[in-house]
């Protein structure tokens, strides 16, 4: 290929996702094109190799070209690659949907929403919530509780749910009537007649993502759990980042032996393979929609590519490997291994917090350790950093200041090594 022409073919007609354009377009900037990826590593149009550091945006699982996932989709797409699943279905996904719900303690979470992505996993669960209630007898609750820098999605309907106003754009203005709160004190402390209009409770388990991977206190969501119990309010979880292994368990919520009564999964259902989300729910939220066609109960949402027959046969594979190859079992180590690195990456001057969560971490860039000093975002030093990092062969993106780690869960504690030394390096490289 003649990536030259293809880079400039790029900056005409391309606009590309939280990316300073006027950065990109400018004339001596050469933007980095990935051509090949092979397990955890990604290659660009040079040859040169890269540890996959944020698992492509927080998706890859297995790592890249897996030869299950990837011989799944070969055969799926020799029968047909889409139908329709608006009054059909189709072989994968029903069997995906049988498979996930093996996944809960039986009689839980029992139905599966087939959506695109994460945003319109959220979009679903909150649509699902809402008129549950409006149908059912309590129309006055129509109040989503969120919390403070909460990210989950960026469709109007889930950007008006997060609590970052970066992210928001016009949602910060419009989308669904939501209340946010800090933590769980200041939930407790709502008063009577707010409570009453509550719908439902949606949260980030155990780690918040785009607010620069911050982790909530240990029990926080088991108590959050019971809560709602008290209150009969719907608890949501977005676990669109945390799914599938992220945390050491299948799913984050298990670290705390939580059901939500909805959750919202994605990036790493198909391995980080295809866009396919999903939106599991129990028999009660379900049943609460049913009745004749007359009587207008119908859940009136869904996408083109709803139940997609190549996403769904990439998920089947994604969790045969899971099986197959011990991954959750293989976790452990590579999580403790990963604790004893970034210990020791804390000890540099211009490293402030080190957050972890599993095999997830964020790594925050400071001027000045003590007495605590941080850069401005304008200072970009997180962009710096991982940019520096690409010539000692990782790739990872900021959340403004704070590195984000999330290496695809196939990496060897020796990849995990190198990945520290990586941002070792770039870190002293920029900030001296």
Not at 155 to 179: C, D, E
Request: proline share 5%; charged share 20%.
């Amino acid at each position: 290929m003649d990536y030259a022409d293809l880079i400039t073919q790029d900056k005409l007609h391309v606009w590309h996702p939280f990316t300073p354009m006027q950065d990109w377009l400018a004339p001596e900037h050469e933007p980095l094109m990935l051509v090949e990826g092979r397990g955890c590593y990604l290659y660009d149009q040079h040859g040169a190799a890269y540890l996959d550091g944020n698992a492509s945006i927080w998706t890859n699982i297995h790592g890249h070209a897996h030869p299950k996932i990837n011989a799944a989709i070969k055969a799926q797409l020799d029968r047909v690659a889409h139908t329709s699943f608006l009054g059909f279905t189709n072989p994968p996904a029903a069997q995906l949907a049988h498979e996930l719900v093996k996944l809960w303690p039986v009689d839980t979470l029992t139905k599966v929403f087939y959506s695109d992505n994460g945003s319109t996993a959220i979009e679903a669960a909150i649509r699902m919530a809402l008129q549950y209630w409006s149908q059912n007898g309590r129309p006055e609750r129509d109040l989503i509780i969120g919390f403070d820098q909460a990210y989950h999605g960026d469709t109007l309907g889930a950007a008006s749910l997060g609590g970052i106003s970066l992210f928001k754009g016009s949602a910060n203005h419009y989308g669904y009537s939501v209340q946010r709160v800090p933590d769980l004190a200041a939930l407790k402390a709502l008063d009577d007649e707010t409570v009453r209009r509550v719908a439902a409770i949606i949260i980030e388990p155990l780690m918040q993502g785009a607010a620069g991977m911050r982790t909530w206190p240990k029990g926080m969501l088991k108590q959050l759990r019971t809560w709602c119990d008290e209150r009969d309010i719907f608890l949501i979880l977005d676990e669109v980042m945390t799914g599938f292994g992220r945390t050491g368990k299948m799913f984050a919520c298990q670290q705390e032996d939580v059901i939500p009564d909805l959750i919202a999964f994605a990036k790493g259902l198909t391995g980080g393979y295809l866009p396919l989300a999903a939106t599991m729910t129990t028999q009660r939220v379900f049943d609460g929609f049913l009745g004749a066609a007359s009587e207008g109960r119908t859940l009136y949402y869904g996408h083109s590519y709803t139940g997609n027959q190549l996403g769904c046969a990439a998920a089947l594979a994604s969790l045969e490997v899971f099986r197959e190859e011990q991954v959750l079992e293989k976790l452990q180590p590579k999580i403790a291994h990963l604790t004893g690195l970034l210990s020791g990456l804390s000890a540099l001057p211009n490293v402030g917090e080190v957050r972890q969560c599993g095999l997830m971490a964020g790594v925050e860039i400071v001027a000045q350790k003590e007495p605590l000093v941080a850069y401005p975002p304008a200072a970009t030093m997180g962009a710096k950093v991982c940019v520096a990092a690409r010539k000692h062969g990782l790739l990872t993106r900021p959340v403004v200041n704070t590195i984000v780690l999330m290496p695809p869960l196939a990496i060897t504690e020796e990849q995990l090594t190198t990945m520290i030394e990586a941002l070792r390096k770039a870190i002293l490289e920029v900030v001296n």
